[in-house]
């Protein structure tokens, strides 16, 4: 079946279109800096060159516009027919509580994700933007959300709740969340699915890293512990996200610096992270080049990222009670034997042993064993494919729909 995949942000819309039968995608693109003087269109056909474009593009419906237009185009030779266009997934950043799985669009999931605002407040209103401009350029397919947060539902209530009040549980449902779900997923799986071992016996911890970075514990294919909390911004160090620091110092900067609350959240969300300790970059290619050249701060950015991956990965083989495999993905767990070697050094006394030379000539795009052949932990990489998983749950859910004597 040939979906469209939908990941809106507050100025952008990012697609892939993906036959779900082969896996393959025959295009890809985004657009950025909606309602900027001019946005970025960027088209990337599976057999083809990218072609770059900068044009008005004033919201997200005249984004989704120009994306059909370019995809429907003869000359480019992509879709033939609107209607070849079977369903569309969307990527929807909180499902709150309520969503455990994959939904089709109705008014009634609408509402929800409205009501999922208070708790995702710069993701999901440009995700419902995003849902409403492709549910009006393609109204005759079914639309499917899949949520960033679902994979985590089967989180423990020892897991999830804070050392707060519990009534403001029940009264806000302030718990760990966590996101990145279907990442973490789709990389488990793809372990799953090189073993013999029944699933229900394994225990794994999968690593996403990139500008937004998580870790998780995944024991017999669910989701039991994860490090991004009420909101993404909790966990690891990221490239422009505090992660984990200890409340108080919050009220010490409004006291110290005269902050409002504006001006906390952009502080913790936009400059702290892997750039706020460097003062340099949040991207870690940049910090790894300068740290090359001698750049202490950014080395220590760097030291103080791959320090908190090890607590996580230790805290999670607790939890676990022992561990059959460590999973790199994103960005820079697929890319970065820099930052993989020293995430995982000096862990022997847990059974984690690397091999060097195994980690520095993995190849892009493929599964490898990083770890010796007696680490009793193994340790791979695997490369993540979010849009899969929304396009396959996007067409499951769509074919369901389709046979429904209810719908
Ligand atoms: P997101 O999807 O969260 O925006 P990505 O998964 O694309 O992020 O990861 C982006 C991060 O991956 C950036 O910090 C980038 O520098 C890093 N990255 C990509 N390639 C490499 C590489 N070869 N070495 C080190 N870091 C890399």
């Known amino acids: 079946m040939l979906v469209l995949v939908i990941n809106c942000g507050s100025s952008s819309v990012k697609y892939d279109l993906i036959e779900t039968e082969t896996e393959k995608q025959f295009c890809t693109g985004m657009v950025e800096r909606i309602g900027a003087v001019t946005a970025i269109v960027k088209h ?3 057999d083809g060159k990218e072609i770059k474009d900068s044009k008005v593009i004033h919201n997200h419906t005249d984004a989704l516009k120009q994306i059909l237009e370019f995809l429907l185009d003869e000359e480019n030779q992509i879709v033939e027919k609107k209607s070849d266009i079977k369903a569309v997934g969307h990527r929807v950043v909180h499902g709150g509580e309520q969503f455990k799985d994959s939904v089709l669009i109705d008014d009634n999931v609408i509402e929800a ?3 999922a605002i208070d708790l995702a ?12 401009a492709a549910m009006e350029a393609l109204p005759n397919v079914p639309h499917v959300a899949v949520f960033d947060t679902a994979f985590h539902h089967s989180l423990p ?13 029940r009264r806000y449902k302030i718990r760990r969340y966590g996101f990145h779900g279907t990442s973490h997923y789709f990389v488990s799986r793809q372990y799953y699915k090189r073993i013999e071992k029944p699933v229900s016996k394994t225990k794994v911890i999968t690593c996403h890293l990139g500008n937004g970075a998580s870790i998780a514990a995944i024991d017999g294919g669910k989701s039991v512990d994860t490090s991004m909390g009420f909101t993404p911004l909790a966990g690891l160090v990221m490239g422009t996200r505090c992660g984990d620091i200890d409340p108080s110092i919050l009220f010490y900067l409004v006291e110290k610096e005269e902050l409002n609350l504006h001006s906390l959240h952009a502080l913790v969300n936009r400059h702290s992270g892997l750039l706020g300790l460097s003062g340099f970059a949040s991207d870690m290619r940049d910090l790894i080049n300068e740290a090359d050249n001698g750049d202490r701060r950014c080395q220590q950015a760097i030291d103080v990222f791959c320090y908190k991956i090890k607590q996580y990965i230790g805290s999670y083989m607790a ?22 070697e020293q995430a995982v050094s000096n862990m022997e006394g847990l059974g984690i042993i690397l091999d060097k030379e195994r980690n520095k000539s993995v190849k892009p795009g493929q599964i490898e ?9 193994e340790v791979l990489v695997v490369p993540t ?3 899969l998983v929304i396009a396959i749950d996007a067409a499951k859910i769509a074919q369901a729909s389709s046979q429904s004597p209810w719908i």
């Open 157 to 169: 209530a020892h897991a999830y709740l804070y050392g707060i009040p519990n009534r403001l549980y």
């Open 385 to 387: 494919n979010e849009e």
């Open 113 to 115: 994700i409205e009501q």
């Open 121 to 132: 407040p710069l993701h999901n209103p440009p995700n419902l933007k995003g849902i409403q």
């Open 369 to 377: 064993r990083i770890s010796t052949d007696d680490s009793r932990t």
């Open 319 to 340: 939890s676990l009670n022992g561990c059959d495999a460590i999973i790199f993905t994103a960005g820079i767990g697929e890319n970065s034997y820099r930052i993989r």
């Open 44 to 46: 990337k056909p599976a």
